[in-house]
């Protein structure tokens, strides 16, 4: 008896040990974690209990306090087990829960073991156990015993048909967890049988509390975890960042090696030809322009990827976003033998409320991608609409007669850097990144966005939004895009004044450059505080071009101030900015200015600002 009770007592000490190691530690408190709590405090009370029944049955004569204390003492074996039952479950499936009942009622399986559970717990109080004997003690004490220690056997072969029959898809390191505590249950148990007169069941259960803190439960092991997920993110991170910065080293390269070569051509070029002067001035004029593109793209997508792209709703024309597109993709296409056709649907509403400038690039990216794949035939815009009370489906369609997508790389298409095998075969320049903005700008707008290919053939790509009506009056026919040539049709803007604000003289003399064939006169500084003055002064100027990133005083600053000026004729102030980012035009327009002029600038767009305002 002296060395059973020994070896509980140890137990109890190690189980006490266990306890005060596990809850000083940062706690994961999952429904598993709480479980292994009860499990906890259940061993307790089972070795307590254990040692309790001992010392009452040696040391003491009243039969009913003892009968009593082992009644108690063996119904938290039953407790324990139904714990464990519950524990292996959770832990099998990883099921999340916020307590023990919502794990109950999680499935019929568990409901039906419950009441299976409650049922065993009330028999077992009509099942008698023998007359204790302090001479000859029995940690097997008659019928009670061996009913609580068939439903212990009974619970771990249910664990083990549970892990055999759901169990196949679990991770292999909790299949062997399983396994490991089912054989030691075993063991436990023949000893158990085998050594009546040794505690070895409440000992076994000690020692599954270790196996499982070890193995399972220690917060350490959460941690060493998270570390390895943190890790694993950062080498995907590391490894994004490394492909990210490969794509884009060749991909601005590209276009940066035809800009700096044809340019120091162009200057140690000892005779001078003005014809082919001007072929490779075209080509480094279409070489920014990629570059341009490339480094929006870039700019586009990191805004995505931080969380703050917003939709910026406004009301809209579906035609005027029609016809700007129709005019830039003309300017695409160029002289290539590619018929760009726009077919737009005249029952459209006139006048739709949602986010055009988004919906604009979308488009834009898909045309532009068309004309990047397409060598010859044809590119159509189709746009239709079915109205739905206040809203309505807007349905667009851009099919080619391009390259087309072979079927296995149908899943690179959304995929940021993916290069499709026909791009990189015919010198197709772009970062991957036009149709990854796309989908998630269509996401963005609540949207979807999808495709069809036939390799060789040509590509349609599909994309449906649903826009809020503002006007139901039917948009109706939208005169031909006209076709654009390249050439500027430059106002005479004789005795107009302009008024240049820019910190870099560089870009002073690039704007000043473009501006001269209006024939303005024009006046440039190099800060804000040298604007605010030549206006203070009395200076009349007729518009004003401002850029926005300059030292001690930027652009919104000064705008400010201007339009605070008290009976002084300010002019229209045009945002110059390098601030290109997606809905930065948006901004600069709530700030106050006039209109928006993103650099590198656009000789149309710039023609456009001065068409509008002389």
């Not at 939004?465 to 939208?478: F, H, V």
């Amino acid at each position: 008896m002296l060395a059973g009770l020994m070896l509980t007592i140890g137990s109890l000490l190690f189980v006490i040990l266990l306890c005060i190691v596990y809850f000083s530690k940062r706690r994961f408190l999952s429904i598993r974690n709480k479980i292994y709590r009860y499990m906890l405090i259940v061993e307790i009370t089972l070795l307590v209990t254990e040692i309790i029944a001992s010392f009452c049955l040696y040391y003491g004569n009243n039969e009913i306090i003892n009968l009593l204390i082992h009644r108690v003492h063996w119904s938290t074996g039953i407790v324990w087990f139904a714990l464990l039952y519950y524990y292996s479950i959770v832990f099998l499936n990883n099921l999340e829960a916020n307590n023990l009942m919502e794990v109950i009622y999680s499935s019929n399986q568990n409901k039906v073991m419950s009441v299976i559970f409650i049922f065993t717990s009330i028999l077992y109080f009509f099942i008698p156990f023998e007359r204790l004997d302090p001479l000859n003690i029995s940690y097997i004490p008659g019928a009670a015993s061996y009913f609580v220690l068939a439903f212990c056997a009974f619970v771990v072969i249910l664990i083990v048909i549970y892990t055999l029959k759901n169990g196949k898809s679990a991770p292999l390191r909790k299949k062997v967890s399983i396994w490991i505590m089912m054989i030691e249950l075993i063991i436990i148990f023949g000893l158990q049988l085998m050594f009546p007169n040794i505690a070895f069941s409440a000992i076994g259960a000690a020692l599954q509390m270790f196996f499982l803190y070890f193995n399972i439960e220690n917060p350490d092991l959460e941690i060493i975890s998270e570390l390895k997920t943190v890790k694993n993110e950062i080498d995907k991170s590391n490894r994004a960042k490394s492909d990210f910065l490969s794509n884009m080293s060749h991909e601005i390269r590209s276009p940066m090696n035809a800009i700096v070569g044809l340019s120091e051509s162009l200057l140690n070029d000892p005779k001078f030809d003005e014809k082919n002067a001007r072929v490779d001035i075209k080509h480094i004029a279409s070489a920014s322009n990629n570059l341009l593109d490339i480094i929006n793209n870039i700019l586009d997508i990191s805004k995505i990827e931080s969380g703050k792209e917003v939709l910026e709703k406004k009301e809209y024309s579906i035609g005027n976003v029609a016809m700007e597109l129709s005019s830039i993709i003309e300017a695409r296409i160029g002289d290539r033998p590619i018929k760009l056709i726009m077919d737009i649907d005249t029952n459209i509403p006139s006048k739709l409320y949602g986010d055009s400038t988004k919906l604009f690039q979308i488009l834009l990216n898909i045309l532009t991608n068309s004309v990047k794949y397409t060598e010859v035939g044809k590119i159509k815009l189709t746009i239709t609409s079915d109205v739905d009370g206040d809203y309505v489906d807007l349905h667009f369609k851009v099919a080619d007669t391009g390259f087309g997508i072979k079927k296995e790389d149908y899943n690179k298409i959304f995929e940021k850097f993916s290069r499709l095998d026909n791009a990189t075969q015919n010198e197709i320049e772009g970062t991957g990144l036009g149709l990854v903005i796309t989908k998630k700008y269509v996401d963005l707008m609540g949207g979807k966005i999808w495709f069809e290919s036939e390799y060789e053939v040509g590509t349609t790509f599909f994309v449906d939004i649903r826009q809020k009506i503002i006007s139901k009056e039917k948009l109706g026919l939208i005169s031909d895009p006209i076709k654009s040539d390249g050439e500027i049709n430059y106002l005479d803007c004789t005795g107009k004044r302009v008024l240049i604000v820019d910190d870099n003289k560089l870009n002073i003399k690039v704007a000043t450059r473009l501006l001269d064939p209006y024939k303005f006169t024009i006046d440039t500084v190099t800060n804000g505080k040298d604007c605010i003055y030549k206006v203070k002064e009395g200076t009349k100027y007729d518009i004003i071009f401002l850029d926005h990133m300059m030292p001690e005083m930027d652009g919104i600053e000064v705008l400010h101030v201007l339009k605070k000026l008290d009976g002084y004729d300010i002019p229209p102030i045009v945002a110059l900015t390098a601030n290109a980012i997606t809905g930065m035009k948006e901004m600069y327009l709530r700030e106050g200015f006039d209109e928006y002029l993103s650099k590198p600038i656009n000789i149309s767009e710039l023609n456009k600002i001065i068409n509008k305002y002389f």
